[in-house]
Structure formats: structure tokens, C-alpha cells
Nanobody
Framework: QVQLVQSGGGLVQPGGSLRLSCTAS????????MSWYRQAPGKERELVAS???????WYADSVKGRFTSFRDNGKNAVDLQMNRLKPEDTAVYYC??????????WGQGTQVTVSS
């Protein structure tokens, strides 16, 4: 059974940093790309970062230069380091793996709130 368990997140002031983690189980982690999405209130879920099996990562323009996603195949985990956070980064963040069903598998979601 595919499972993605997230940790991290919370409340931070603008300009601050947070780190999200996603630990996977139930599949061969090193053989699948991993992604981070986010969904703000009233908006559609959007792709934030996508890390290939080789470690190459694509970033949305809105986070490029501020967010870094990196995977640790030895720990079956992918992290999202978020720096210089802005109020518009406020959203529920989800990790995603393209395995486990037609639409892949999702973490439980983690709230990130950027506010002074």
C-alpha cells in the first residue's frame, strides 16, 4: 500500500523559512518522480516543484529561487525547503507520487501560513 506521510509546515512571518518533508512507503521510491503541489483557499491545486528520479527539479516561476526540493532515496523521502516566504505562499501543501492509481498518490497535506 502506497503511503506518503508529510511533516513540517506551520506559521511563519514574511521572509521566513519552513521545511516540509514527505516520507514514502509501499513502493520503490527511487523509481518514481516526486512532486509538491499547493492549494490556496478558493484556488485550484497547482504544481510547485517536481523532482525526477535523477534529482533534476522543475520549479514553478512563482517559487523559483526561493524553494528547493531534494530527494533522499536512502530515506525514501523528499523535502521542500522554502525560503523568503511570502503571504501568497499560504496554502495547503501536498506531496505527490505518480504511483498507486490513475491519479497517483497524495500526502495528507500540510498547512503553511505566511503572515505577520
Amino acid at each position: 500500500q502506497v503511503q506518503l506521510v508529510q511533516s513540517g509546515g506551520g506559521l511563519v512571518q514574511p521572509g521566513g523559512s519552513l521545511r516540509l518533508s514527505c516520507t514514502a512507503s509501499g513502493f520503490t521510491f527511487s523509481m518514481f518522480g516526486m512532486s509538491w503541489y499547493r492549494q490556496a483557499p478558493g484556488k485550484e491545486r497547482e504544481l510547485v516543484a517536481s523532482t525526477s528520479i535523477s534529482g533534476t527539479t522543475w520549479y514553478a516561476d512563482s517559487v523559483k529561487g526561493r524553494f528547493t526540493s531534494f530527494r533522499d532515496n536512502g530515506k525514501n523521502a523528499v523535502d521542500l525547503q522554502m525560503n523568503r516566504l511570502k503571504p501568497e505562499d499560504t496554502a495547503v501543501y501536498y506531496c505527490h507520487a505518480g504511483v498507486g492509481g490513475p491519479s497517483g498518490s497524495w500526502g495528507q497535506g500540510t498547512q503553511v501560513t505566511v503572515s505577520s
